[in-house]
C-alpha cells in the first residue's frame, strides 16, 4: 500500500473536532467518496477526533490518501500520549465507557471502517488507525 | 457567544441546526432550548437537521436529552429531516434513537407535533374528572 499525500492535525479542543470532520470530508469527496462513504468515514472521524481529546488529553490525527493495486482509500490515525487502555477487548464493546459518553466511539468507528486497528499501552497512549476503500 | 437561534411560533419552538456544531455548542443549546421552553411554555419542540451532514454519538445523545428534559417539562419534541446517508451511518454507529420522534420534514413535523400534544392534553382531560 501506497501513501500518496498525509496532512497532520493538531486535536485540543472541541472546535478541532469540527475542522478535522471537513478536513476529512474534503479529502473523502476529492477520492469521489459516495455521499453514504464519506458520511461513515466523517462520523468515525468525529468520534475518535473526540476520544482523543477526551481520553488522550489531545493528540494529533494524520489523514493519508492511499493506494494499492486495486483501488483507494483514506486512512486516519489518530495518536494521543494519554493513560492508554487497560484493556483493549472491553474498549471495544458497545456501551463501555470509562467517560460519560455513551461508548459507542471505538465500537462505532471499527463498523464505520473497512480496516480497523488499534495499539494502546497503559501510561504510554493511544494509536487508532481506521481505513475506508473507496 | 455563539448561538443557535430557537424561534417560537405559537405554543411551538423551532430550531433549525444550519450548522457543524462543535460540543459546547450542542451543549448550549440544550440549556437554552430548556430555559425557553419554560419561559414560553411551550408546549413543543421541532428540530430541522436537515442541514446536518452528520450526526454522531454526541449530537445522537445530545437530541435524546432535548426530548427526555423537553418531556419533563410537559413539552413534545420532533425530530426532521435526517438526511438517509446520516441515517444508515447512525444505525450502523450503534445510535438508533429510540425514544425520538422523527417525521420526514417540517410540515410532517408540525402535524406530528400538534398530534402528539393534543395526545397529552386529552390525557390530563381525563386525569381531571376524577
Same mark, same amino acid.
Given at each position: 500500500?501506497?501513501?500518496?499525500?498525509?496532512?497532520?492535525?493538531? @486535536? #485540543?479542543?472541541?472546535?478541532?473536532?469540527?475542522?478535522?470532520?471537513? *478536513?476529512?470530508?474534503?479529502? &473523502?469527496? /476529492?477520492? +469521489?467518496?459516495?455521499?453514504?462513504?464519506?458520511?461513515?468515514?466523517?462520523?468515525?472521524?468525529?468520534?475518535?477526533?473526540?476520544?482523543?481529546?477526551?481520553?488522550?488529553?489531545?493528540?494529533?490525527?494524520?489523514?493519508?490518501?492511499?493506494?494499492?493495486?486495486?483501488?483507494?482509500? @483514506? #486512512?486516519?490515525?489518530?495518536?494521543?500520549?494519554?493513560?492508554?487502555? *487497560?484493556?483493549?477487548?472491553? &474498549?471495544? /464493546?458497545? +456501551?463501555?465507557?470509562?467517560?460519560?459518553?455513551?461508548?459507542?466511539?471505538?465500537?462505532?468507528?471499527?463498523?464505520?471502517?473497512?480496516?480497523?486497528?488499534?495499539?494502546?499501552?497503559?501510561?504510554?497512549?493511544?494509536?487508532?488507525?481506521?481505513?475506508?476503500?473507496? | 457567544?455563539?448561538?443557535?437561534?430557537?424561534?417560537?411560533?405559537?405554543?411551538?419552538?423551532?430550531?433549525?441546526?444550519?450548522?457543524?456544531?462543535?460540543?459546547?455548542?450542542?451543549?448550549?443549546?440544550?440549556?437554552?432550548?430548556?430555559?425557553?421552553?419554560?419561559?414560553?411554555?411551550?408546549?413543543?419542540?421541532?428540530?430541522?437537521?436537515?442541514?446536518?451532514?452528520?450526526?454522531?454519538?454526541?449530537?445522537?445523545?445530545?437530541?435524546?436529552?432535548?426530548?427526555?428534559?423537553?418531556?419533563?417539562?410537559?413539552?413534545?419534541?420532533?425530530?426532521?429531516?435526517?438526511?438517509?446517508?446520516?441515517?444508515?451511518?447512525?444505525?450502523?454507529?450503534?445510535?438508533?434513537?429510540?425514544?425520538?420522534?422523527?417525521?420526514?420534514?417540517?410540515?410532517?413535523?408540525?402535524?406530528?407535533?400538534?398530534?402528539?400534544?393534543?395526545?397529552?392534553?386529552?390525557?390530563?382531560?381525563?386525569?381531571?374528572?376524577?
Amino acid at each position: 500500500m501506497k501513501v500518496l499525500n498525509s496532512e497532520a492535525m493538531e @486535536l #485540543r479542543s472541541s472546535e478541532d473536532i469540527v475542522l478535522v470532520r471537513q *478536513a476529512v470530508r474534503k479529502k &473523502a469527496v /476529492t477520492l +469521489g467518496f459516495g455521499l453514504v462513504d464519506q458520511t461513515k468515514i466523517v462520523t468515525a472521524s468525529s468520534e475518535l477526533a473526540r476520544n482523543t481529546i477526551d481520553y488522550g488529553g489531545g493528540g494529533t490525527v494524520q489523514l493519508e490518501v492511499v493506494e494499492n493495486d486495486r483501488r483507494s482509500g @483514506l #486512512r486516519l490515525v489518530f495518536e494521543d500520549h494519554g493513560p492508554g487502555i *487497560a484493556d483493549v477487548n472491553m &474498549a471495544l /464493546t458497545d +456501551g463501555y465507557t470509562t467517560g460519560s459518553g455513551m461508548g459507542l466511539g471505538l465500537s462505532g468507528s471499527k463498523r464505520l471502517s473497512h480496516e480497523f486497528e488499534i495499539f494502546s499501552k497503559p501510561g504510554q497512549g493511544t494509536r487508532v488507525s481506521i481505513l475506508r476503500w473507496k | 457567544m455563539e448561538r443557535i437561534p430557537i424561534l417560537k411560533m405559537g405554543e411551538f419552538l423551532l430550531v433549525t441546526i444550519q450548522v457543524d456544531m462543535h460540543d459546547r455548542l450542542a451543549l448550549t443549546l440544550q440549556d437554552d432550548l430548556t430555559s425557553q421552553i419554560v419561559k414560553h411554555r411551550a408546549r413543543g419542540v421541532l428540530i430541522d437537521i436537515s442541514t446536518l451532514e452528520m450526526v454522531d454519538s454526541f449530537i445522537g445523545r445530545m437530541l435524546g436529552s432535548i426530548a427526555s428534559m423537553a418531556r419533563l417539562l410537559d413539552a413534545q419534541t420532533v425530530v426532521v429531516g435526517m438526511q438517509p446517508s446520516v441515517a444508515i451511518t447512525l444505525v450502523e454507529l450503534g445510535l438508533s434513537m429510540q425514544g425520538i420522534r422523527t417525521a420526514l420534514d417540517v410540515e410532517k413535523g408540525m402535524v406530528a407535533l400538534q398530534a402528539a400534544v393534543s395526545e397529552t392534553r386529552e390525557d390530563t382531560d381525563e386525569g381531571s374528572e376524577f
